[in-house]
T-cell receptor, first 117, second 114 residues
Framework: AQKVTQAQTEISVVEKEDVTLDCVYETRDTTYYLFWYKQPPSGELVFLIRRNSFDEQNEISGRYSWNFQKSTSSFNFTITASQVVDSAVYFCALSEDETSGTYKYIFGTGTRLKVLA | DTGVSQDPRHKITKRGQNVTFRCDPISEHNRLYWYRQTLGQGPEFLTYFQNEAQLEKSRLLSNRFSAERPKGSFSTLEIQRTEQGDSAMYLC????????????FGPGTRLTVT
């Protein structure tokens, strides 16, 4: 069965600190996609990254970086030199190549990040 | 391309009333999804349409919930006899069959049942 676990419920850091948000997933499929979304207090989901199961190359985008390791079924997200504007809830999600063809997203429970000035 | 839109953005209703939400997907997207997000949780899948056909429904979608996509364009989600437990953010997403993994989310409708 598909499952996404974000064990960190809430993290608080001081501005300019680096922070890593953990994501562990479960799937029986070999073809799947992983995602990270940011949800500010307004409630909208802001897309951050999509990664397919065949591409384990780590990615960096500005202060954001992602570490995908199939061996440990993890897709961790690091924010370097955090800023107050990074404060939000962050969700990891999984979508499988289902026989049903639905491709629904399975979300974790989210990690609330608080960056203190 | 104006993105996925949802209406209303906020709805406050009394327990027992019926409510209806609307989702307008990106115009060329034939796949449409509804998700529900309760406080402190991630979004959970409710139902999926391909064109006008409703192809999958979650067990979360009780018989008080009904969704339609009559012409394969916009979709509505109706909740009958609302309960306080229905208070949540209802999110709509759309995608194109050529890129089924690439869902675009709307801003959501926040429902409060008093």
């Amino acid at each position: 069965a598909q499952k996404v676990t974000q064990a960190q419920t809430e993290i608080s850091v001081v501005e300019k600190e680096d922070v890593t948000l953990d994501c562990v997933y479960e799937t029986r499929d070999t073809t799947y996609y992983l995602f990270w979304y940011k949800q500010p207090p307004s409630g909208e989901l802001v897309f951050l990254i999509r990664r397919n199961s065949f591409d384990e190359q780590n990615e960096i985008s500005g202060r954001y970086s992602w570490n995908f390791q199939k061996s440990t079924s993890s897709f961790n997200f690091t924010i370097t030199a955090s800023q107050v504007v990074d404060s939000a809830v962050y969700f990891c999600a999984l979508s499988e190549d289902e026989t049903s063809g639905t491709y629904k997203y399975i979300f974790g429970t989210g990690t609330r990040l608080k960056v203190l000035a | 391309d104006t993105g996925v839109s949802q209406d209303p953005r906020h709805k406050i209703t009394k327990r027992g009333q019926n409510v209806t939400f609307r989702c307008d997907p990106i115009s060329e997207h034939n796949r449409l999804y509804w998700y529900r997000q309760t406080l402190g949780q991630g979004p959970e899948f409710l139902t999926y349409f391909q064109n006008e056909a409703q192809l999958e429904k979650s067990r979360l979608l009780s018989n008080r919930f009904s969704a339609e996509r009559p012409k394969g364009s916009f979709s509505t989600l109706e909740i009958q006899r609302t309960e306080q437990g229905d208070s949540a953010m209802y999110l709509c997403a759309s995608s194109f069959s050529g890129s089924p993994y690439e869902q675009y989310f709307g801003p959501g409708t926040r429902l409060t049942v008093t």
